[in-house]
């Protein structure tokens, strides 16, 4: 059997998944920001007047931004909290005045709902065309309500799906099992006919595996998987999902 990458190989590849519901994550599976962070900050520091030279590079600012928004943001209380404690800390270690923090943290967050986020190419129609075959559709999301529900209403995905889970409001983050079973619940599917699709192979893959769903890993940068649980397929994106399906 030849080997792909790690715990991909061509049988896995060729065969075709016998599900009958089809679930999803969000964030970089089914939509993404027209807008970097790095593009939000430079927006946000022009519109408050502050000299970004003087704090650092907008692209180290940036990927402390998503790293720390990473680890805070399922124990925030609300969007507005989680900003300023992230703004707070950016500008406490680069020794910079903290009270400019609650300022750039509302400009920040006008700039990204001004901008609002996309689903990604050929999303729309293939949401269409399963459902046109048949399956039923399902989203399960981490991150804060507010900001889920708001882009959840804004790609119309109410609509387009059978059943959504907001983690936050359920109390499971994923990849607690127990925020699969809620989905699945709300589906009423069985884990083992309902396909898993996501982005993030700690929190989709190894999540929904553990639920006992077959998984496909969303992998647009062809990454070599990085632990022992592998997914049943690897995609470069959400709108390849037929390439799968009989
Ligand atoms: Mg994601």
Request: proline letters at 4%.
């Amino acid at each position: 059997m030849k080997k792909h990458k790690r715990g991909t190989t061509t049988d896995q590849l060729m065969r075709t998944c016998d599900a009958t519901h089809i679930a999803f994550d969000l964030d970089f599976t089914l939509c993404t920001y027209p807008l970097t962070t790095a593009q939000v900050i430079a927006e946000t520091f022009a519109r408050c007047s502050v000299d970004a030279d003087a704090i650092g590079p907008v692209e180290d600012l940036a990927a402390e931004y998503d790293a720390l928004w990473q680890e805070l943001d399922l124990t925030a209380g609300s969007a507005r909290e989680l900003r300023l404690a992230i703004w707070s800390r950016l500008l406490t270690l680069r020794r910079r005045d903290e009270s400019l923090a609650a300022t750039i943290a509302t400009v920040y967050a006008e700039v990204r709902r001004e901008t609002g986020v996309l689903l990604f190419e050929g999303v729309a129609d293939t949401l269409q065309t399963l459902r046109d075959r048949g399956y039923g559709l399902g989203l399960l999301t981490n991150g804060i309500p507010e900001l889920q529900w708001e882009k959840i209403q804004s790609l119309d995905l109410e609509r387009r799906l059978d059943a959504i889970v907001v983690a936050g409001d359920v109390g499971w983050f994923k990849p607690d099992v127990r925020a699969f079973v809620a989905l699945l619940d709300r589906l009423r599917a069985h884990p083992a006919k309902t396909l898993f699709v996501g982005d993030s192979y700690t929190g989709d893959v190894v999540g929904a595996h553990h639920a006992g769903m077959p998984t496909a890993w969303i992998s647009p940068g062809g990454a070599v998987c990085p632990g022992p649980v592998a997914p049943d397929y690897v995609l470069a994106s959400a709108a390849e999902i037929g390439r799968i399906l009989p």
